[in-house]
């Protein structure tokens, strides 16, 4: 039998950061072990299965466990899923996820996986009305590289071959006419060709009977440890209230940002936590980590290394890894870590960092989400309210 194992090690054996064992024992997920004489923690093979049957239970669960939320009547759709960043945060907000449409192979793999009953499909140019379940909310954050300032180089805008499949999702959200629409994109999406192709987007919804509003969100302030901005566009069908409800909480002091209120949150995680440190060797790595890029994959220069654990005493430093990005966007544990594995190690990382890199973070699709259904509910309540008085009134006109 093994004895003291280090902390350091039992993560490794676990298969988690060292970050997310000290959690799981500060948070009571797992009961604590015993200490040495410096207090450092010990752990004995019994302590190691133990936690390993915890880590087993949770690591490919589904979304729906997480839910704090109890499951509502309303129904979404998710365009542009990606690894279903959106679809996590509506189904912890009680949503039911009714159809999920991904070109990617690897995405589509990720949503397999965690929505094995969820119909799907790839090509958004392929697609027609018929083949959509009717869903109360559609929800896309469609490709920002036509939009996004972290691409060197003029921004082909709506216009580009990537980007102007925000008129492909248009074309469908005409003739299904959802309740809801939600759109996430990088904040270049307001400013490329001098706002124009904003304007155009706004245009289009607007044509098509919605009332759209916006705001732009920064994950950091969701419990996301990391500066994550992007703009979140809402269109209600034909409901002018809505998408001021929804985005806004009347709720909120003038400027405050108080720790506890909605969007106010302190990271509920800091990078240091999800990386790992009590050696004195290393990390070294700031307490919120700069916004994660698809393109962090492919870069060899500084996209990656804004982001990196540095270890002063042996002088290395390393790249985060593609657990540690899941925990930079708060996804669950090893959600990108495919069961079944047909590509090699370097290959699967590579499409871990890229989808990671383009998903929307998903406390801020839950805050979203959790806005929407009770806006949903309201104007539900009032319907039901007017068919009520309808119902009272007439035996009264008859009479
Ligand atoms: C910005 S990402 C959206 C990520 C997603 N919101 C998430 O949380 O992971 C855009 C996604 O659109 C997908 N996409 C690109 N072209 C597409 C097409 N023709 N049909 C369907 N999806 C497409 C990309 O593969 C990518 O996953």
Redesign the pocket.
Known sequence: MQKGISQRDAAKIIGVSYGTLGRWIKDGKVEDVARDRNTYRIFTDEDIARIKEYADSIQYSSPRDAADAQPCPYTVAS????????DLGFEQAGFTTKFQ????PF?LSVLKQHWPNVPKW????TLDNATIPISDVWV?????QDLSLARMGQREGLRGT?SR?FH?FAGLVGESKPRVLVL?NVAGLLSSHGGNDFSILLQTLAELGYSVGWRTLNSRYFGVPQSRQRVYIVGCLGDRRGPGAILFESERGAGSTEEGRPNGKKPASTLPAIVGDISGDGPVIQSVAYCLYATSARHTGTDWSRNYACYPKSGRIRRLTPAECEGVMTFPANWTKLNELHLDTEQLDSARYH?LG???TPPVAHWLAKRIRLYLEMVDGEKAKRQTRTRQLVPELVG
């Not at 365009?79 to 959106?86: E, K, L, P, Y």
């Not at 449409?101 to 990617?104: A, I, R, T």
């Not at 790839?122 to 140019?125: A, L, V």
């Open positions: 365009f542009f899923a990606g690894i279903g960043g959106f449409c991904e070109v990617e995405c790839g090509d958004i140019t896309g954050g469609f490709p920002c990537k499949l492909e996430e989808a383009n998903a929307v």
